[in-house]
C-alpha cells in the first residue's frame, strides 16, 4: 500500500499520517452497519474519525471526532476494571474467566454444565455476568455507580442514549437467552432482568472518538487520566485489564489482530475501537461498517497500518517502539484542558 512506503527512522508527524490515512479510506465502503439492534441502523455508514490522546493530554484527530455514538462493547473494558477493584481480582476470576473462546462475541455455546463461569468478560456471557457484580442497594444506585465511573474516565458528564437502551432491551433476544442459560447452569444470580438492563444501558452510553482516546489513554498511562489527573483505576488492575483486551478484545479476530496489529484493543458493534499503547498514548477510530467479526472495516485498517508505520506492535522488537512516542513528541497538536472537557 501506498502509504506504508518508505519507512524510515522516524516516523512522519502523526497529524498529516492521520489525516492521510483518513483520506485513503474514507472512499472504502466495504462492511455493513450493525441492526441487529435497530437503533444502531440509523448510524451514518459514511461517519469516520480517528483520535489520538498522549499521556500528557494533547490531542491529534481527524474526522468526526466530536460525533456522539453508543460505546457498546467497549464498556467492557471498564465495567471489568470496575469490577476489579470492587470484589478483587480473585473474587472476580471465580465469576469470569480470562480465556479468549475465538467465538464471536454474541455466541452462547460454550455455556454448559461443564462450563462454571462465562470464558471471558469480553464476550456478552461475561460481560453480563461483570456487570451484575456492580455493587448498589437498587438498579438505580448501580447505574449511577457505573455512569460515575464512565465519567471519571471521559472527564466530563456522560448520559445513556435512551433510544438504544430501549430498542437493544426490546430486542436482545440472543443477550436474554445467554443470561437465562448462566441463571440455570449459576453463573448469575438474582434478577436477570435487572442485570440485563444495567448491561444494555452501559452499551448505551454515548461517546465521542476523542472521548474513547481519552479513555484508553487512561489505562496507557497507568490508570490515570492524562488531563483531570485523576486515578480512574488502579495500576494493578490496568495490567489485567490490558491483558483481556489483548486477548479477547476482538472477539474471534484476536488472534490475527495481535499478529497484526500487537497492542491491546477493544471493538463495538457501533463502530467505535479503542486501542492502547502503553506508556505511550490511546488510539480510538470511529466508522460504523463492519465486517464479519463484528469489528469496524476502517478501523481494523486505520490500525493496522498505524501499526506497520511506527512499529508500536509489542513484539517488533527491531522498531524499538521509539518511532511513535517520537513522532508525536515532534509534532504540535492541540492540548486538551478540563474546560475543553466540561
Ligand atoms: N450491546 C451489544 C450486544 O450485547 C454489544 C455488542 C458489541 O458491541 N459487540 O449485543
Redesign the pocket.
Known sequence: MQLLKGMGNVGPPIQSFLESLYEAYRSLNAGQV?S??PELAKADASQFAISVVTLDGRVFQVGDCQQEF?I?????VFAYGMALEEWGRDRVLEKVGVEPTGDP??SHIRLDETSHRPDNPMV?AG??ATTSLVKGSSPTERLNRLLAMFRRYVGRDVYVDISTFLS?RAT?H??RAIAHLMLNFGMLNGDIEEALDL??QQ??LLVTCQDLATMAAALANRGQHPITGERVLRAEYVRDVLSVMYTCGM?NFAGEWAFRVGIPAK????GGLIAVIPNQAGIAVFSPPLDEN?NSVRGVKVFEALSQKYGFHMFDLSMGHCHFHDSLLSDSAEKLDQEQLL
Do not use: D, P
Open positions: 450493525a441487529y439492534i453508543t457498546q462493547s467497549i464498556s467492557k462475541f454474541n456478552n460481560a453480563i437493544e436482545g440472543r443477550n448491561y444494555f452499551c448505551a472477539y471493538s463495538g458493534v457501533s463484528g
